[in-house]
């Protein structure tokens, strides 16, 4: 059964570095932030944001949540990825499967950006990767 945990975060640095790219506007950022509320903890988040024009803009994302919730606390990776074309926008933030580490080994499901700043966390906790080490399912992505 899934659970839902909201909080809010600041973002504490934000980093960014343009980059070439043919076309368009190109930015690689670091970013950290800390959480408050139901979840409490920190990130810090690796980003590529990509402009074209005025009107059409996306994003992909890793970021490492350390956090407590619902008596828990660990780490997990989150995968974030983000298009806006006009009023056409999708936002998508899921948990890496296997990323989970201390009490959020088995960690599954999603996140929303909330407005101001708002964060809402939807998850499940075991199935099949609650057994594994996250080093062994990093191992598998690289």
Not at 1 to 20: K, L, Y
Not at 38 to 66: N, P
Not at 94 to 100: D, F, K, Q, V
Request: glycine content about 16%; some cysteine.
């Amino acid at each position: 059964m899934s659970r839902r945990v909201t909080s809010a975060f600041t973002i504490d640095s934000w980093e960014g570095q343009p980059g070439d790219w043919h076309g368009a506007q190109l930015q690689r950022t670091q970013a950290a932030k800390t959480f408050t509320g139901e979840l409490s903890g920190s990130s810090a988040l690796e980003a590529v944001m990509l402009g074209v024009g005025e009107d059409v803009s996306a994003y992909v994302a890793v970021e490492r949540l350390e956090v407590g919730f619902d008596g828990l606390k660990g780490s997990f990776c989150l995968l974030h990825s983000a298009m806006a074309n006009g009023d056409d926008n999708t936002m998508r933030l899921t948990i890496l499967p296997g990323s989970g580490t201390g009490d959020l080994v088995g960690l599954s499901g999603t996140a929303e950006i909330l407005p101001g700043h708002g964060f809402a966390l939807v998850y499940e906790l075991g199935g099949e990767d609650a057994g594994e080490d996250a080093g062994e399912a990093a191992s598998r992505v690289v």
